[in-house]
């Protein structure tokens, strides 16, 4: 069973930046896929960023595309998203998923999810 666990949110204000980590356990291969979501209070959970296995594609929502950078490091198990040039709209829970499809935006293609970390951006 693989297990998905974030960390690195936190409270910046507009214009700051932060980097999410997701530390993965157990994963293979057929849930090596793995992505970013997010969702604020009220609203349905968003992609936001996918990263294939070796890292050599990725894929990004038009709202963070030139502002969020997503990478990870097999050797760690870790997947990162380097957020810069935060906004306000960009609060929310962030969450890392893995599954089989590389570079799915869809929520049901990922059979794996961590707990989420908060993100807040202060005006």
């Known amino acids: 069973q693989v297990q998905l666990v974030e960390s690195g949110g936190g409270v910046v204000q507009a214009g700051g930046s932060l980097r999410l980590s997701c530390t993965a356990s157990?994963?293979?291969?057929?849930?090596?896929?793995m992505g970013w979501f997010r969702q604020a209070p009220g609203k349905e959970r968003d992609f936001v960023a996918a990263?294939?296995?070796?890292?050599?594609?990725?894929v990004y929502a038009d709202s963070v595309k030139g502002r969020f950078t997503v990478s990870r490091d097999n050797a760690k198990k870790t997947m990162y998203l380097q957020m810069n040039s935060l906004k306000p709209e960009d609060t929310a829970a962030y969450y890392c998923?893995?599954?089989?499809?590389?570079?799915?935006?869809?929520?049901?293609?990922?059979?794996?999810w961590g707990q989420g970390t908060q993100v807040t951006v202060s005006s």
């Open positions: 998923a893995a599954g089989p499809k590389p570079g799915s935006r869809k929520t049901g293609e990922y059979g794996y």
């Open positions: 157990r994963l293979t291969y057929t849930s090596s896929a």
């Open positions: 990263i294939t296995w070796s890292g050599d594609s990725t």
